[in-house]
């Protein structure tokens, strides 16, 4: 274990410790708990009470979870409040909010399918995975762009929910067998990549994408040339031809049937698990991030 508090190019002096690559991911898991764990104290006091009031530890160290920086984690999550006041459709809508209890329409397309994340799927990197399969995203039943960011951000806010997205990051496999442009709703893949790139505590490992359609490498495209997509995350992004290829990253065994593994899933069981979390008031959402939502 090598121990470090040597600055950054991006003044990054706050980590205190790095892991060498002996390090097994368990020590890597426990370093970055006690690491985000001292330093919170700090960020409440960097962020000012009006700010952070309300704001639960959990919530504040997905960020340093995310960053291992005081400053860093700070303006993320001064970010993160920015863009939510800029589109309150996501998190704050009165009339259509982000719980599945509460919103009809975002159960439906929640049991859609279109984005799950099982929580035994995890990569051999120990990051958690978030399989979409734009297939069953039906563009002709009546949703709508908004809904499906709706679908996509609850989806991935309980995704940080978890110790191995937190700490490990989280991979992306985009399944795009037997999908057409009538599956791909342009405008909700830009407000999710503007969302996720810069304005949420998530770090992307790697996107997969499946036998993806010409089309697809357009939209990336689009999405650099927009100023979207950074091009740290642009080199993140491999499209593959075949599942075989994805086993390198993730075991075969934890897949899901369809993809050769053993994985049996029910989206439909995930979702009541949730309504049921959100009526018991146990669910560790980042809408709990912004001022004066705490008590609702």
Same mark, same amino acid.
């Given at each position: ?33 006690? +690491? ?66 509460? +919103? ?193």
């Amino acid at each position: 274990m090598a121990v470090s508090s040597t600055s950054t190019e991006n003044g990054d002096n706050d980590l205190h410790q790095k892991i060498d690559k002996s390090s097994s991911p368990h020590d890597h898991a426990n370093n970055k708990n006690i +690491n985000a764990e001292e330093l919170l104290p700090e960020l409440r006091k960097e962020l000012g009470s009006e700010v952070v009031e309300g704001v639960t530890d959990k919530n504040l160290l997905k960020f340093l979870r995310w960053k291992h920086c005081v400053k860093r984690a700070s303006e993320r999550f001064r970010a993160h409040i920015t863009w939510r006041k800029k589109n309150q459709f996501a998190f704050d809508d009165a009339n259509q909010p982000l719980l599945c209890s509460q +919103n009809d329409e975002l159960k439906r397309l929640l049991e859609s399918e279109v984005i799950i994340v099982p929580e035994d799927l995890i990569a051999k990197d120990g990051s958690a995975v978030c399989l979409t399969r734009f297939r069953y995203n039906n563009l002709e039943d009546g949703r709508t762009s908004e809904g499906i960011v709706q679908m996509a951000l609850y989806t991935i806010d309980r995704l940080l929910e978890r110790d191995e997205a937190q700490i490990h990051g989280v991979t992306i496999i985009h399944d795009m067998k037997d999908a057409t442009r009538n599956n791909v709703d342009i405008q909700a893949a830009k407000i999710m990549a503007r969302a996720l790139i810069g304005h949420f505590p998530i770090q992307i490992k790697a996107v997969y994408i499946l036998e993806g359609p010409w089309f697809m490498k357009a939209i990336v495209k689009l999405l650099q040339t927009l100023g979207i997509m950074t091009k740290k995350v642009s080199k993140r992004i491999h499209f593959v031809d075949d599942i075989e290829e994805v086993y390198d990253v993730v075991d075969k065994d934890v897949l899901l049937e369809e993809h050769g593994g053993t994985l049996i899933y029910d989206q439909s069981e995930w979702v009541l698990k949730q309504m049921e979390r959100e009526k018991d008031n146990t669910i560790e959402s980042l809408y709990n991030c912004l001022a004066g939502t705490q008590s609702v």
